[in-house]
């Protein structure tokens, strides 16, 4: 079997460059441009060429050292030539001979990636840098590569190509260029995204066409806080040869099949027997073959062999190592769950931006669909469920996926987790006495995707650690904080017998400030205690427009309830407000009072999806505007 290969992030820097420099005018791209020419069999070469013009000595410093990466697995790189053109008409030819090859920076998962580098040198405020890389191979979403000029690489699919080519720039580009050579066989689908650019197609003597896009006096991107994948906003070009979805997902099924990913073997028909004594059920032979891989199966990309990308590794290997990455994950759970009875296939994903329907591979991740009884198939993803009460993380709804399976199958997407599923409960009882020292308690409790989030503590560290962790949330209220007890249940790592829930009794010297007949202090709620399921609070809080989409983490319920025994006579300025803010599925209801037993104040936000549209926007901050509007100081005044 050809090694055929599936990536677990999608690499950009195989078609873009690994500068530092920063958006502006410290340099001016004069051109850039990509010309590529494809083969019979799907690879081709790409010769990538770049004119730049110094303007500043932070430009100059920006380009002292060229850097590409490529993957030896699908493609050869090498610069071709570079020079440096000086004001007064004198030229530097740089020596490529001279370029180093190296591991590229890694981490997590080390396939071997390559990296080459070429030092250019001192530059000076006019100098103009002009230098061409040719690689040699194929694109690859997943790792990024015959035909070609050596014949050492086929596609995966062989005789298909396609390309996803980034439109958006970081430096003033006077012109930017992609162009295609395709042989007379090859039909070609193509569109452009996000923005506008020339294009046209032309034949050649030899009955092959060219394909050109271009954009002239393109600009830096201006990218907006919060906001959804450049990959989704940002201008881009895919190309493919590939007709539709269906064709790729009867692919990667037979790939796998005809590999033997799953095959069974007597320790794993004997390992699935163990794990499932007393299980019954569907949903619970699902769930618990699911959570053993999530939480036994350690993730770490070590090179492998044969199969190192969209060939799952076989089942008897992933159990032996007991690690490797999203693939293999989702390997030996569909191993398992085949040995128990069900049908289930490899799914492939973004996680982190849109799949369009064109079909170029922008995929990053590898997931698992079970068929269920009723005939429809069900998504898993034990990679991102380690030591979490979900089966597909509320972190990955709105998301495309492609599933290999027998019949073939469309684009489908995730839908949308109901907030509901992702319920935050905070409950905080204080009293404040006269010289502004709280005795208070407060206790949280999360479900779904925010159990996870705040389980994490005990999940992802060792048990010696907890109560020091515990003890650094409370301080986030006040470096004076002082826990005079805290519960967590008899044992946290547990997670499937209950959600999660902390507890805590604490003091807080000096937590209010007192004035000539005044108190002010912020609710405990609201001091920074567990703000990691708080981010949309930041989110929020962008006083700009918005022009793209935008993301939130989780769609979720957070609900806060906070009750203050006050000093006698003090009375809450401006009295009790209530207010609702937000649309239909995104909306805030807060409110405080003040009565006979003390203040209260009740906060509610549902957060309705991940990703939102931009028109979403008003709705959105109005809702976390007027949530943040009860999180500010509360003044009691003496009568």
Known sequence: MKRTTLILGFLTGLLCFSFNCKAGTDTRVLLDSTAVRMFQDGSGIFNIYKKVSVLTPQGALSYRVLKYDYDPLTANAAFKYAVVRHKDGTVDSIRVSRTLDYAAPAHMIYWGARQIMLQIGALKVGDTLEYEIEKSGFSYALLAGEGNADGRFTPPMKGEFYDIVPFWVTEPTDRKVYRLYAPQSKELQFQFYNGECNSSVRFTPDGGRIYSFAVNDAKPFNSEPGMADLYDVAPKLLLSTTRQWKEKSLWFHGINEDYGSFSPTPEAENLVKEILKGKKG??????????????????????????????????????????????????????????????????????????????????????????????????????????????WSSAEQQQNYLPGIPEGSELLETPVVAAEKNPINIESNNILDENGTLHGTFKITAEGWADK????????????????????????????????????????????????????????PDYAVVGDGELAFKPVTASGIFNRVFSFRTLGAYEGDRNYSFKCDIAKLVTVTEDTVVPKGYLLEGGSRKQKSGGTDTWSENSLSQNYAGLHLKQKIRLGKRVYKAEDWSDFRAAVTNYNDYCNWIIMKKR
Not at 301 to 324: F, Q
């Open 282 to 391: 569907e949903m619970e032979i699902i769930s618990t073959l699911t959570h053993w891989v999530a939480d036994n199966i350690r993730y770490a990309g070590i090179s492998m062999g044969e199969g190192e990308g969209y060939t799952l590794h076989p089942l008897k290997m992933n159990l032996a190592d007991r690690c490797g990455v999203c693939k293999d994950i989702a390997g030996t759970l569909i191993g398992l769950l085949r040995i128990a009875g069900f049908e289930a296939y490899p799914a492939m994903t973004m996680a982190g931006s849109r799949i369009e329907s064109i079909p170029a591979d922008h995929f990053n991740h590898c997931v698992v669909v079970v068929k269920l009884k009723d005939g429809k198939y069900m998504p898993l993803d034990p990679t991102w469920v380690p030591f979490t009460r979900e089966l």
């Open 453 to 508: 989030s705040i389980r994490s503590i005990f999940t992802r560290n060792d048990h010696r650690e907890w109560n020091t962790l515990l003890e650094k949330e409370l301080l986030a209220i006040s470096p004076k904080a002082k826990i005079i007890s805290v519960s967590y249940g008899k044992n946290p790592l547990d997670y499937q017998a209950n959600p999660v829930s902390i507890t805590y009794k604490f003091e807080i």
